[in-house]
């Protein structure tokens, strides 16, 4: 059976350049979800404490 509100994994050589994530580090990050703001403008905020900060492993 397919999904029909798609695919819930991002690989990390998908994600966006503004996210500032190491490319060939792991295998997946975290997906978006944006709300109300588009997609393309949005930051998990899982990424951004982990890999931006640094203050979660």
């Not at 990050?29 to 998990?44: C, D, L």
């Given at each position: 059976m397919v999904s029909i509100a798609g695919s819930k994994k991002l690989k990390r050589q998908m994600a966006?350049?503004?996210?500032?994530?190491?490319?060939?580090?792991k295998r997946f990050v975290?997906?978006?979800k944006p709300g109300p703001h588009p997609k393309n403008y949005s930051i998990p905020?899982?990424?951004?404490?982990?890999?931006?900060?640094?203050?979660?492993?």
């Amino acid at each position: 059976m397919v999904s029909i509100a798609g695919s819930k994994k991002l690989k990390r050589q998908m994600a966006p350049t503004f996210w500032g994530i190491t490319r060939k580090d792991k295998r997946f990050v975290v997906t978006v979800k944006p709300g109300p703001h588009p997609k393309n403008y949005s930051i998990p905020s899982a990424v951004f404490l982990r890999d931006t900060l640094k203050l979660v492993t």
